[in-house]
Each structure stands twice: as structure tokens, then as C-alpha cells.
């Protein structure tokens, strides 16, 4: 089974705070690609990152780091300092031979 | 360079009717997927088309059908409207290379299509 669960539906913060959102991901397979993706109002799926199953290293990408745990099955996003234009709705996603994501995470980031 | 391009933007039909979508990939992409999102949802795999080929399909019903042409440009089709049809249809496009659980997508802003 494939299977992403982002058990956040909506988070509100106050912009300057830091934000980390959660993702727990299912699969039997050994090699896998996991993802986050950002859904602006405007619809269109941004990407943001890639990982193979293989990396665990955590990576950094200025206000944004993720943390990538085999051993909990997690690929967790945080945003450092936030934003207003943070505000939007993030997916996880689970790639085999074919992407799943999960439910999303609603992320409202008031000034 | 076009990202990925799909028409219509909006659209409502009636039950029981039968509707077409299109997309046009990113300039160098060969394979296109398609995706259904219900508000509030998260984007629920339909299928994948390469080669003109449908290569991998979610859990949906026969109803929902596509096709790839030569210039990789898709269409999704949906016969026998629902009410639960009503959603965002997004069209993603890559590039297959060796595998295709490491591409990234690329998405269109997608097609509304609201089921009266």
C-alpha cells in the first residue's frame, strides 16, 4: 500500500514564527521518492523539494528545511521566520511509479 | 517557456453528461498524468499517459478515460456525470527517463468543472 497522512488540516501562525509541518508516508518498497508541493490560491502545484529513499540527509533551502526520518517513516517541512506569502496549502506526496499525496496542510500565516 | 497549459478553466454540466479536458505538457515533456481534486482534498492519482499509452491508472472508474496524441498534448474524458465529479482537474506533465517515481511534476493551474 501507498499511502501519505498529514494529520495537520489547517495551521494558523503570526508572521516571524516558526512552522513545522508533518508528514508520515507508507510503502513496502525499499526505493521511493518523496515530495513536497505548495497549492497557492491561484491552484497551479509548486514544487519544492525531492528525496530518494536512499537520502536521509536533512536539507536546507533558506527559510525552508526538511527532515527526513526512515526509522518513523516522517519528511517533515519546516518554515523558518514566516511569512504572509507562506500562506497556502502544502502537500506531501509518495512517488513509486506513480505520485500520491496526502490530504495537505492548510498553513494561514497572519501579520 | 509554456509551463503546462489546460482548457477549459472552468466549466458546469448536468448529470449524466459527458465532458472533455485538455492539456497541453511542458515544452520537452513526454508523459502526462492527471489528477482529481475535490475541495479540500488532496490531488487523487487518476492516470499516467506515455507513448500514448495509459501506463498506470488510480482507482477510477471506467468512466474516466484519456488519451495521448503524438505531440503529447492529453485529454481527459468523463462520461455519465456525477455530482461527486465536481472537482479540480490538474494535468502534470515530466519527463520519463529511467524511472518514473523520480519525476517532478509539473502542473497546470487545472480545469474547475462543477456537476449540476
Known amino acids: 500500500a501507498q499511502k501519505v497522512t498529514q494529520a495537520q488540516t489547517e495551521i494558523s501562525v503570526v508572521e516571524k514564527e516558526d512552522v513545522t509541518l508533518d508528514c508520515v508516508y507508507e510503502?513496502?518498497?525499499?526505493?521511493?521518492?518523496l515530495f513536497w508541493y505548495k497549492q497557492p490560491p491561484s491552484g497551479e502545484l509548486v514544487f519544492l523539494i525531492r528525496?530518494?529513499?536512499?537520502?536521509?540527509q536533512n536539507e536546507i533551502s533558506g527559510r525552508y528545511s526538511w527532515n527526513f526520518q526512515k526509522s518513523t517513516s516522517s519528511f517533515n517541512f519546516t518554515i523558518t521566520a514566516s511569512q504572509v506569502v507562506d500562506s497556502a496549502v502544502y502537500f506531501c506526496?509518495?512517488?513509486?511509479?506513480?505520485?500520491?499525496f496526502g490530504a495537505g496542510t492548510r498553513l494561514t500565516v497572519k501579520p | 517557456d509554456a509551463g503546462v497549459t489546460q482548457s477549459p478553466t472552468h466549466l458546469i454540466k448536468t448529470r449524466g453528461q459527458q465532458v472533455t479536458l485538455r492539456c497541453s505538457p511542458k515544452?520537452?515533456?513526454?508523459?502526462v498524468s492527471w489528477y482529481q481534486q475535490a475541495l479540500g482534498q488532496g490531488p487523487q492519482f487518476i492516470f499516467q499517459?506515455?507513448?500514448?499509452?495509459?501506463?498506470q491508472r488510480g482507482n477510477f472508474p471506467d468512466r474516466f478515460s484519456g488519451h495521448q496524441f503524438p505531440n503529447y498534448s492529453s485529454e481527459l474524458n468523463v462520461n455519465a456525470l456525477l455530482l461527486g465529479d465536481s472537482a479540480l482537474y490538474l494535468c502534470a506533465s515530466s519527463l520519463r527517463g529511467r524511472g518514473t517515481g523520480a519525476n517532478v511534476l509539473t502542473f497546470g493551474a487545472g480545469s474547475r468543472l462543477t456537476v449540476l
Open positions: 506526496a509518495l512517488s513509486l511509479n506513480d505520485m500520491r
Open positions: 515544452s520537452g515533456h513526454d508523459t
Open positions: 510503502t513496502r518498497d525499499t526505493t521511493y521518492y
Open positions: 528525496r530518494n529513499s536512499f537520502d536521509e
Open positions: 499517459y506515455y507513448e500514448e499509452e495509459e501506463r
